[in-house]
């Protein structure tokens, strides 16, 4: 029995030692590499207790178990120099442009930039409200702003250089016309229109851009055409119709600025039989009936608009109309605008309605009488020659403007689709007021004489 209790103890005290070189072998691993694997069974196998005489099954155990463990608790080899290795961003995790942009802008430069970055994000509120900012710190910052970003728009003008002499020389070559500025005129425009067309002066049409990088642009002719070929081109537009040669202002900067400023175009609109005054007629061309002026029937001879006396001359309505410019219109496109003329390509129209009580039924148990709303139209067309055709009807204007034709009157039409013309009037138009360039009062009115009804005479 001594011998075992020695034994034990024996046991006991090695048990102990191995522990506490374990506790200090793991509070050294922390600061020094982990041993490898072979150094550690070294030294697990030098740290055995020593084969004894007696039960050696406890010892045998403890020395596997203590071995197990230590192979099991071998701490990774750990890189203290490199930070811990992530794949990909956290949910939480800011980018660094978002990182920059939440930083609050504090001058004035910073809230204007934050703005034109809001504005072109659509947060107009957001915008608004660090311009706002941005101008209550400094009311100059947008000159600042373009110094930054803009450099080159920042730099004052250069003064004018004096023009050639003759910047379209003879011997130049289409391709290489300088555009002129001989015929354009700004008169009669707002000052901010003015300085806007004045920058479209100097610019030049350009073509559609290429596809891709390493394409190449696509062909423009007109880009290259000369001006003076291009203005004849505009004219034919605007005789055959107005509105698409004032649509072409939409295309690009510099057909707006010729469609706004080239003169040659509006004086031939304006003095044009098509759209023009050389087709209004200030005196009478026709009769009531609207038959040529010649004899009246009665011994009589009525003068037409084209009779000249030997000592007077009447000046025709094309040559009345260019005394206008530049003395009373400024340009041609402004007495295009301005000045009284009639259509021709559809017809006036006006719509009156107005109540009238009516009686209420011999049926009815009812107090109240009905009030009825009574519609009618009347319609003036003028035609080129003179004459014009009056109309007043209930029936609708889809029922009469396609019949609205003087070959449609003064027949027989029964329950045919022209009914309606049978209350149709044949006159004729002029326009009144001083015939003189230069008068005072320059507004025309429209006075018809139509055909003799037994209450009215129009």
């Given at each position: 029995?001594?011998?075992?209790?020695?034994?034990?103890?024996?046991?006991?005290?090695?048990?102990?030692?191995?522990?506490?070189?374990?506790?200090k072998?793991?509070?050294?691993?922390?600061?020094?590499?982990?041993?490898t694997?072979?150094s550690?069974?070294?030294?697990?196998?030098?740290?055995a207790?020593?084969?004894?005489?007696?039960?050696?099954?406890?010892?045998?155990?403890?020395?596997?178990?203590?071995?197990?463990?230590e192979?099991d608790?071998?701490?990774?080899?750990?890189?203290h120099?490199?930070?811990?290795?992530?794949?990909?961003?956290?949910?939480?995790?800011?980018?660094?442009?978002?990182?920059?942009?939440?930083?609050?802008?504090?001058?004035?430069?910073?809230?204007?930039?934050?703005?034109?970055?809001?504005?072109?994000?659509?947060?107009?509120?957001?915008?608004?409200n660090?311009?706002?900012?941005?101008?209550?710190?400094?009311?100059?910052?947008h000159?600042?702003?373009k110094?930054?970003?803009?450099?080159?728009?920042?730099?004052?003008?250069?003064?004018?250089?004096?023009?050639?002499?003759?910047?379209?020389p003879?011997?130049?070559?289409?391709?290489?016309?300088?555009?002129?500025t001989?015929?354009?005129?700004?008169?009669g425009?707002?000052?901010?229109l003015?300085?806007m067309?004045e920058?479209?002066?100097?610019?030049?049409?350009?073509?559609?851009?290429?596809?891709?990088?390493?394409?190449?642009?696509?062909?423009?002719p007109?880009?290259?055409?000369?001006e003076?070929i291009?203005?004849?081109?505009?004219?034919?537009?605007?005789?055959?119709?107005?509105?698409?040669?004032?649509?072409?202002?939409?295309?690009?900067?510099?057909?707006?600025?010729?469609?706004?400023?080239?003169?040659?175009?509006?004086?031939?609109?304006a003095?044009?039989?098509?759209?023009?005054f050389?087709?209004?007629?200030?005196t009478?061309?026709?009769?009531?009936?609207?038959?040529?002026?010649?004899?009246d029937?009665?011994?009589?001879?009525?003068?037409?608009?084209?009779?000249?006396e030997?000592?007077?001359?009447?000046?025709?309505?094309r040559?009345?109309?260019?005394?206008?410019?530049?003395?009373?219109?400024p340009?041609?496109?402004t007495?295009f605008?301005?000045?009284?003329?009639?259509?021709?390509?559809?017809?006036?129209?006006?719509?009156?309605?107005y109540?009238?009580?009516?009686?209420?039924?011999?049926?009815?148990?009812?107090?109240?009488?009905?009030?009825?709303?009574?519609?009618y139209?009347?319609?003036?067309?003028?035609?080129?020659?003179?004459?014009?055709?009056?109309?007043?009807?209930?029936s609708?204007?889809?029922?009469?403007?396609?019949?609205?034709?003087v070959e449609?009157?003064?027949?027989?039409?029964?329950?045919?689709p022209t009914?309606?013309?049978?209350?149709?009037?044949?006159?004729?138009?002029?326009?009144?007021?001083?015939?003189?360039?230069?008068?005072?009062?320059?507004?025309?009115?429209?006075?018809?004489?139509?055909?003799?009804?037994?209450?009215?005479?129009?």
């Amino acid at each position: 029995m001594d011998a075992t209790e020695a034994e034990l103890e024996h046991f006991r005290q090695k048990w102990r030692e191995e522990v506490t070189a374990k506790t200090k072998g793991s509070q050294s691993a922390a600061t020094a590499p982990a041993p490898t694997r072979t150094s550690t069974s070294q030294a697990s196998s030098s740290r055995a207790p020593p084969k004894n005489k007696g039960p050696d099954v406890p010892s045998s155990s403890s020395h596997v178990r203590h071995r197990s463990d230590e192979l099991d608790e071998v701490t990774p080899h750990v890189y203290h120099d490199l930070g811990e290795k992530q794949h990909g961003r956290r949910l939480d995790e800011t980018s660094p442009s978002a990182a920059s942009s939440s930083t609050e802008p504090t001058t004035a430069l910073e809230h204007y930039e934050k703005a034109v970055e809001r504005e072109t994000q659509g947060s107009l509120g957001d915008s608004l409200n660090l311009y706002r900012k941005a101008f209550k710190l400094d009311d100059s910052v947008h000159e600042k702003y373009k110094a930054k970003h803009f450099p080159a728009s920042y730099f004052k003008s250069k003064p004018p250089q004096p023009k050639p002499q003759d910047p379209n020389p003879s011997n130049a070559s289409a391709s290489a016309t300088v555009p002129s500025t001989a015929h354009h005129s700004l008169q009669g425009l707002p000052t901010t229109l003015q300085s806007m067309l004045e920058d479209f002066s100097s610019l030049s049409i350009l073509g559609e851009e290429p596809p891709t990088d390493l394409s190449p642009p696509p062909p423009c002719p007109i880009a290259t055409t000369p001006e003076e070929i291009l203005v004849e081109v505009l004219e034919h537009v605007a005789i055959k119709d107005v509105a698409s040669f004032i649509r072409l202002a939409q295309v690009c900067k510099r057909l707006a600025y010729l469609v706004t400023t080239e003169e040659r175009v509006w004086k031939r609109i304006a003095l044009g039989h098509e759209y023009g005054f050389a087709a209004m007629h200030y005196t009478w061309a026709c009769q009531l009936d609207g038959k040529p002026l010649g004899d009246d029937g009665e011994g009589g001879y009525i003068l037409g608009p084209d009779f000249e006396e030997p000592m007077i001359r009447t000046p025709s309505p094309r040559d009345s109309t260019a005394l206008l410019v530049p003395s009373i219109y400024p340009t041609y496109r402004t007495l295009f605008r301005r000045r009284p003329r009639i259509r021709f390509n559809g017809c006036y129209i006006s719509t009156v309605n107005y109540t009238r009580p009516g009686a209420a039924s011999p049926t009815s148990i009812t107090w109240n009488s009905p009030i009825h709303i009574v519609t009618y139209y009347r319609y003036l067309r003028f035609l080129r020659d003179g004459t014009c055709i009056s109309l007043l009807t209930t029936s609708e204007p889809s029922d009469v403007v396609p019949y609205l034709y003087v070959e449609h009157m003064h027949k027989n039409h029964g329950s045919l689709p022209t009914a309606p013309m049978k209350d149709a009037l044949l006159g004729r138009w002029r326009l009144t007021g001083p015939e003189i360039p230069g008068a005072e009062s320059l507004e025309k009115e429209a006075s018809t004489s139509s055909d003799i009804v037994p209450k009215y005479r129009f």
